[in-house]
Structure formats: structure tokens, C-alpha cells
């Protein structure tokens, strides 16, 4: 049974050469995806398709994977698809993945203030109650 070759073998064996068109158009979607984080940031429904599209893309990355080795002699120098997918991990998924991450962190972090708010307004009628209480 073959091992997998390790992230610094594969690395070695086939060098990347981020002067191919479809590398380069690699980089700029997820500087796109990148801005588009931070700009959805102010309107939750683009959030959440922008959540999910990035989910589902990460989902098909086998599909992606396996459709790029049978094709990669039509757009690429050299095969980057590997069996084990390492290539599309590190180069499509994990990007995409940090993007969902910074989203999910952000939702955690607007969920605190609303708790913190939410906390604040019920102490503030908890006293105005008391206060109304003692005055009667």
C-alpha cells in the first residue's frame, strides 16, 4: 500500500509556479472572497449566502479535485490534483475555511454584545420596577 506523500514531499516534487493564469485567478477569488467577508460584515443576508457558498464550495473540493486531475493539461503547466488532495486543501479549501471561521467568530462576537445588551436592558427595567415599587 503507497503512503501519501507528506506536505514538504509534495512541495518538493512539484514547485508551484504561481505565474500560471489559473493560479493567479486562484489568489485573486480568495482576496475576492476575503473582501467580500469584511463588506458582508454589514448585511447579514450577503453573510449568509456568502457563508454557505464558501461551505459548499469547501463540500465539492473532492469533485473540484478529481475534475481538475482528469483536465489539468487544459489550463495548467503541471499537475498539481493529487490523489490525497493535498494540493486543493491547502490551495482552495483552507483559504475558504478561514474566511467561514472569521464569519463564524464574528457571529459569536455580534451574539455577545446582543446577550450584553440584552442583559443591561433587563437590569435597567429590573430597577425601574423596584424603583416604581418602593415609590408606591
Not at 16 to 34: N, Q, R, S, T
Not at 64 to 69: G, H, Q, R, S, V
Amino acid at each position: 500500500m503507497a503512503e501519501d506523500p507528506g506536505l514538504w514531499t509534495l512541495l518538493e516534487r512539484a514547485p508551484i509556479d504561481w505565474k500560471e493564469p489559473w493560479l493567479i485567478g486562484l489568489a485573486v477569488f480568495h482576496i475576492l472572497c476575503l473582501i467580500v467577508t469584511y463588506v458582508s460584515f454589514k448585511s447579514y443576508p450577503l453573510q449568509i449566502c456568502h457563508f454557505l457558498l464558501m461551505v459548499v464550495l469547501v463540500s465539492c473540493a473532492e469533485y473540484i479535485n478529481e475534475f481538475a486531475a482528469m483536465h489539468w493539461r487544459s489550463y495548467s503547466k503541471q499537475q498539481y490534483f493529487d490523489s490525497s488532495g493535498m494540493f486543493i486543501s491547502l490551495a482552495f479549501s483552507a483559504p475558504l475555511l478561514c474566511n467561514t471561521i472569521i464569519i463564524v467568530v464574528h457571529w459569536v462576537y455580534k451574539t455577545l454584545c446582543v446577550m450584553t445588551e440584552l442583559k443591561t436592558l433587563q437590569q435597567k427595567r429590573k430597577e425601574s420596577r423596584e424603583k416604581r415599587k418602593k415609590k408606591e
